[in-house]
């Protein structure tokens, strides 16, 4: 597939979520027995809905406490992500073991104290444990991928030139961030 088949792709898609996320703008409010599918951005192809944010605050995979949007800074953390996972695919860094993934996955499960309030917690959030590992896993090729390319920094350091290169990563990209505050769970 050539580089400009592959951006009108790119190209339809976007449209095409813009569209869907413009026309459910306009539609009143879900009850809460509905399931109802908001989708607050598109980030380099990827699609990021309401229910993305409300499974990363729940599952504590992001923590936006205190800010005083939480699901604004949740929602900036996932089209962060999204980039810099976006970035993590056109290198490929090695997979993280299963070890790893499991380990991960332990830990998330840890915080509900009990496995029904953990599988509550999934099935609020709509996921189920094997979508919890494959995020889980993606995140730690992102970790792996951030340790390799910033390698040698301190901490404090690094952290400022990943925060840079993320900014740099939302300048060059095509984000279309359909938040209002409105759309809060």
């Known amino acids: 597939m050539t580089r400009a088949t592959r951006a009108l792709g790119r190209w339809r898609i976007r449209n095409t979520i813009l569209c869907l996320g413009v026309s459910l703008t306009f539609v009143g409010p879900a009850r809460a027995d509905e399931i109802f599918v908001r989708v607050l951005a598109v980030v380099a192809g990827d699609v990021i809905m309401l229910s993305d944010v409300r499974a990363a605050r729940d599952l504590g995979l992001v923590n936006a406490t205190a800010a005083a949007d939480p699901d604004r800074a949740v929602l900036s953390q996932l089209i962060d992500r999204a980039?810099?996972?976006?970035?993590?695919?056109?290198?490929?860094?090695?997979?993280?073991?299963?070890?790893?993934?499991?380990?991960?996955?332990?830990?998330?499960?840890?915080?509900?104290?009990?496995?029904?309030?953990?599988a509550a917690a999934l099935?609020?959030?709509?996921?189920?444990?094997?979508?919890?590992?494959?995020?889980?896993?993606?995140?730690?090729?992102i970790?792996?991928?951030?340790?390799?390319?910033?390698?040698?920094?301190t901490p404090e350091r690094g952290e400022a030139i990943i925060a840079a290169w993320v900014a740099s990563l939302r300048g060059r990209s095509t984000i279309v961030d359909l938040y209002t505050p409105a759309q809060r769970p």
């Open 143 to 153: 970790r792996a991928y951030l340790d390799q390319r910033f390698a040698g920094e």
């Open 83 to 118: 980039l810099v996972l976006d970035e993590v695919d056109r290198y490929a860094p090695p997979e993280p073991g299963l070890d790893a993934v499991e380990q991960a996955f332990n830990a998330v499960r840890t915080r509900f104290g009990s496995a029904q309030g953990f």
């Open 123 to 141: 099935a609020r959030v709509g996921l189920d444990e094997r979508q919890l590992r494959a995020t889980l896993r993606q995140n730690l090729r």
